[in-house]
């Protein structure tokens, strides 16, 4: 791999780590507020999709780690 790819992939690994944080937080703060409801909420339909929506957040999130773990394979760092 030449150095302007090497390069391109370690900006594009800058983004995917800006973006990781960002859904780390907001992860963060759908799980704080459906374990902040009382629990008539969580087992009804307003807690039952907040819990999905932190479960594909934390999917994304996940995903995004796989992506960066890769691009560093890619680069063999």
Partial sequence: MNDAR???IEEIKLHLESMKERLEAVQSEEQDY????PESFQNGEKG?????????L??????????????????GG
């Fill in 6 to 8: 090497r390069k391109e």
């Fill in 48 to 56: 039952e999709k907040a819990q999905e929506a932190a479960d594909e």
């Fill in 34 to 37: 459906y374990d902040n409801m």
């Fill in 58 to 75: 934390q999917e994304a999130f996940d995903a995004i780690e796989e992506a960066i773990s890769h691009c560093n394979t890619a680069t």
